[in-house]
């Protein structure tokens, strides 16, 4: 009974660090009062970057990253699976905008960054490549949503069929997929 309690507590934990809507404040900060209201309406790295430059990018970027790391690092092993979906969730569906969110990229990577450090080198060079390969032919119209879930599909498929299946790798890959799902328009572009 303790150890459930103590897991639920964690993935609680879990769920209000991802929910914390660090790319709304910021922006808002920097006078735009309601980012939801501007570009794709999500307050991602992405969005905010667009909105107000490439800095924002940047720094969305890393405190995202970071805070989902950071929660990582401190969470115990047992209620780390856990923990990853709540971040996820978290980070899409946070209370404090009105259930709205970020696409998890910079989360994801935060995760795998502290459970799997080699995937999340692996998944910037391939958002990297899908970056540079969706450029050139679209000139920039949807790189990095299309370069996301480039990266995103190579992840999915590189845990499938390199890591062996326990719960940490399911839970990476529900996160994996979530994120995909949140760029589905992107996805589409991507292949059609």
């Not at 507590?9 to 404040?25: I, K, N, T």
């Not at 720094?59 to 805070?67: C, P, Q, R, T, Y």
């Not at 690092?73 to 404090?96: D, E, K, Q, T």
């Not at 995909?180 to 992107?186: A, F, G, I, P, S």
Request: aromatic content about 16%; proline content about 3%.
């Amino acid at each position: 009974m303790l150890f459930e309690l103590s897991t639920l507590f964690w993935g609680m934990c879990a769920y209000f660090v991802g929910a914390l809507p660090s790319g709304y404040l910021i922006a808002n900060c920097a006078g735009i009062s309601d980012i939801t209201q501007h570009g794709s309406g999500t307050i991602g790295a992405t969005n905010v970057g667009r909105q107000l430059g490439v800095s924002y990018f940047f720094l969305i970027f890393f405190i995202d990253a970071g805070k989902a790391a950071a929660i990582m690092y401190v969470l115990p092993v047992y209620a780390r699976p856990l923990g990853i979906i709540m971040l996820m969730l978290g980070n899409s569906c946070s209370p404090f905008i009105r259930f709205g969110g970020g696409k998890g990229v910079a989360t994801l990577i935060g995760i795998m960054t502290i459970a799997y450090v080699g995937y999340a080198f692996v998944f910037v060079m391939m958002w990297l490549a899908g970056l540079i390969g969706s450029m050139f032919p679209f000139r920039g119209r949807h790189a990095v949503g299309k370069a996301s879930s480039f990266a995103l599909i190579v992840i999915i498929f590189n845990l499938l069929k390199v890591r062996p299946m326990n719960v940490l790798t399911c839970s990476i890959i529900f996160a994996a997929l979530w994120s995909l799902y949140m760029h589905k328009d992107y996805v589409k572009k991507l292949f059609f």
